[in-house]
């Protein structure tokens, strides 16, 4: 069975750091790209930033980079996001996503909230 569970969101004010992970089985996670995606209340869900399979290449949307870090530890089956400099503009729902190119899948999680208040 296929699962992707996110965990470590939560309430932050501005200017502090999260970390999420993206737990991955049923699958063979070094063969899937991984990519995080957030999506804000009212608004489409946007990827955010992505790692391919080795973990060497990595990509950002332009208001994420510099504060944002994607990683993965493929002997444990994770992906991260390391979230720094938190903005009242973070707020979403963040999802993590396996992908391939190679096999035309993609797998989802259920979503992790993060609200970055004062």
């Known amino acids: 069975q296929v699962q992707l569970v996110e965990s470590g969101g939560g309430l932050v004010q501005p200017g502090e750091s999260l970390k999420l992970s993206c737990a991955a089985s049923?699958?063979?996670?070094?063969?899937?790209?991984m990519s995080w995606y957030r999506q804000a209340p009212g608004k489409e869900r946007v990827v955010v930033a992505s790692?391919?399979?080795?973990?060497?290449?990595?990509d950002y949307i332009n208001s994420v980079k510099g504060r944002f870090t994607i990683s993965r530890d493929n002997a444990k089956n994770t992906a991260y996001l390391q979230m720094s400099n938190l903005k009242f503009d973070d707020t979403a729902v963040y999802y993590c996503?396996?992908?391939?190119?190679?096999?035309?899948?993609?797998?989802w999680g259920q979503g992790t909230q993060v609200t970055v208040s004062s």
């Open positions: 996503k396996a992908w391939s190119p190679t096999y035309g899948i993609d797998y």
């Open positions: 049923g699958f063979a996670f070094n063969e899937f790209f």
């Open positions: 790692i391919d399979v080795s973990g060497g290449n990595t």
